[in-house]
């Protein structure tokens, strides 16, 4: 990684961190349109890490789905928020949900980050920005720290916008809980 793109990461994640801070929405303070809540979630095909090659939204009909954009691979608040998914993967299975990943880095930048911090979820390549476009969680060159849950029918039914990774995973969880209980 180059010093002036470790600056850049760097400089993002605290700006980031701020917004979260003062309870602003990054995607408010960065002028992103979000997609409806209770409407289908735009549709992808993502190159990805996974031996697949390609994942689509649509594989994972009949599933809930966790979708998490990121900014970059390797950096201080990505590696804890995708540890936390990690670790937190068995009660996400138990509730049938899958956990994807997405940010602009490349396949094999995710495949590294995976084996570097033993994650067993798939994470997928939007070096375009397209997706995150589509969601509402873009800001170029990378994808804000956005997360989506989809419900098996593929229906768009939470987002977390400007999220804390520390405990983030279990927020989604309990989101998960309520969601399904309804």
């Known amino acids: 990684m180059t010093l002036r793109r470790i600056v850049l990461v760097t400089c993002f994640s605290f700006i980031l961190s701020l917004l979260?801070?003062?309870n602003l929405p990054a995607a408010h303070a960065m002028g992103g349109t979000q997609p409806d809540i209770d409407q289908p979630a735009p549709a992808f095909t993502l190159p990805s890490n996974s031996d697949d090659g390609e994942i689509?939204?649509?594989?994972?009909l009949g599933q809930w789905v966790v979708l998490y954009f990121y900014p970059r691979d390797f950096t201080p608040g990505c590696?804890?928020?995708?540890?936390?998914?990690?670790?937190?993967?068995?009660?996400?299975?138990?509730?049938?949900?899958?956990?994807?990943g997405v940010s602009a880095d490349d396949v094999d930048s995710h495949a590294?980050?995976?084996?570097?911090?033993?994650?067993?979820?798939?994470?997928?390549?939007?070096?375009?920005?397209?997706?995150?476009?589509?969601?509402?969680?873009?800001?170029?060159?990378?994808?804000?720290r956005h997360t989506y849950v989809i419900d098996p029918e593929g229906i768009l039914k939470e987002r977390f916008l400007g999220v804390r990774p520390a405990i983030h995973?279990?927020?989604?969880l309990a989101r998960l809980d309520e969601l399904s209980a309804s």
């Not at 689509?56 to 994972?60: E, F, I």
């Not at 590696?79 to 994807?100: G, K, M, S, V």
């Not at 033993?118 to 509402?136: E, H, M, N, R, T």
């Not at 995973?169 to 989604?172: A, D, N, P």
């Open 20 to 22: 979260t801070l003062i």
């Open 56 to 60: 689509a939204l649509s594989d994972y």
């Open 79 to 100: 590696t804890l928020e995708a540890r936390r998914f990690q670790q937190d993967l068995p009660e996400y299975q138990a509730r049938n949900a899958q956990i994807l």
């Open 112 to 144: 590294e980050f995976c084996d570097s911090e033993a994650l067993v979820f798939p994470l997928l390549s939007d070096p375009d920005g397209a997706v995150s476009q589509a969601y509402g969680s873009w800001m170029k060159p990378m994808s804000m």
């Open 169 to 172: 995973s279990q927020e989604v």
